[in-house]
């Protein structure tokens, strides 16, 4: 089996050749332990005095020409590191959505603000930092959305190259936009949200529409690039259970998710959701939009993952669940990584719908470990598999 062909079978509930490894997409400090470190440091040349005075007076002007190329070029150079490292699959992330606001902030032009920031390893890094919308007014009066049918037309040529480039050597999951509930969060801030939900219902309609437009052409976009394997990321939960009473969030967020789904599967595609924390209370909603399976199934949350396993597993795919906090740094043992894999894999792993990867993306994970991750995941993970 190729990478694809083994992904797919994985999601459809066959046994595959053997267990799929994925990769989330990586920041650039594991970039660079596989790669190469780069001539100059991120930081030094976007974190400094020259570059913050062009960012207050031409910032938002530089997006086309310097953010957006950026962007995509950290974003190949992620999907390449994983390539090289053997995974079955990446996420492929296409941003086209930060401005150059002033010389320490970032926004999203969904309207949200973050600090730059430096990672600790010499790369510029971006940490949230609050809402753009905290009236009405500010909601109303943004002039900064993106339009949906110019961000399909960016991620339909991202997509392309990176069809061009990969073929079938990776499976690439294909992620253009963030997800509705995630994106409202950071827009209006966690406090205001529910009372925006509450007194003003007519703008949070609006924006759940323009959201859904954003994700629906977006992934219609990379599917026309090739792409079969969607990947939708919209953090529902903390680590101890919902953010939201799941009822309200199915009643809001689900029947966008169920079009968006819907359109991908008629297509011959699969679908698969991100939502970090504890999503026990919600995997049956995350069902019932459509999903054929969900990351990350975080290992410092509460989720009990063999609960899952045994509850939905039959026809849901679990992704996930090595830990980047400590598993894959530095500090663990290799031994360590080799029997978490092992003990995944028999637990998870029977009746296929099991693809193992990190549970996130950090800055401080320590490539050598993740080679054990994959390196055991292929020794450990051919089919048939005892339970």
Aim: glycine letters at 8%; charged letters at 25%; one cysteine or more.
């Amino acid at each position: 089996m190729n990478p694809t062909e083994r992904v797919i079978a994985t999601i459809e509930g066959r046994e595959p050749d053997r267990v799929p490894t994925f990769s989330y997409y990586m920041d650039n400090h594991p970039v660079e332990q596989v790669l190469g470190k780069q001539l100059l440091a991120s930081s030094f040349m976007i974190l400094n005095p020259i570059a913050g005075f062009v960012y207050e007076h031409w910032g938002k002007s530089l997006k086309r020409f310097f953010t957006d190329p950026i962007l995509s070029h950290m974003m190949l150079k992620s999907i390449e590191a994983a390539t090289r490292l053997g995974f079955d699959a990446v996420v492929g992330l296409f941003e086209p959505y930060f401005i150059f606001w002033d010389k320490k902030t970032l926004a999203r032009s969904t309207g949200s603000f973050y600090d730059m920031i430096d990672d600790g390893h010499g790369t510029a890094f971006y940490m949230y930092r609050g809402p753009a919308f905290k009236t009405r007014a500010d909601f109303d009066e943004w002039p900064y959305f993106p339009d949906p049918d110019d961000l399909a037309h960016k991620t339909y040529r991202f997509f392309r190259k990176v069809r061009a480039k990969y073929g079938d050597k990776i499976c690439v999951m294909g992620q253009a936009s963030f997800g509705i509930h995630e994106t409202m969060l950071w827009s209006f801030g966690f406090e205001r949200l529910p009372v925006f939900i509450r007194k003003e219902p007519e703008m949070i309609k609006r924006y759940i529409a323009l959201l859904e437009a954003i994700i629906m052409k977006t992934n219609m976009a990379m599917m026309d690039a090739g792409l079969v394997v969607i990947f939708d990321g919209d953090d529902f939960s903390f680590k101890t259970g919902p953010m939201m009473n799941p009822k309200h969030a199915d009643e809001l967020f689900g029947p966008s998710y169920a079009r968006i789904t819907d359109a991908v599967h008629k297509r011959g595609g699969k679908i698969l959701l991100h939502s970090c924390g504890d999503n026990t209370m919600l995997f049956d909603y995350f069902i019932k939009w459509g999903f054929d399976g969900g990351h990350a199934y975080e290992n410092t949350s509460n989720v009990d993952i063999a609960y899952e396993k045994k509850t939905h597993g039959d026809h849901f795919t679990i992704m996930g669940n090595i830990g980047v906090d400590y598993l894959l740094t530095k500090r663990s043992k290799s031994e360590e990584v080799t029997a978490e894999v092992k003990r995944l894999i028999q637990l998870c792993a029977p009746g296929g719908r099991f693809i193992l990867g990190p549970t996130h993306d950090h800055p401080d994970m320590d490539i050598e470990k993740v080679r054990v991750m994959v390196e055991a995941a292929r020794k450990y993970g051919k089919y048939p598999i005892q339970a």
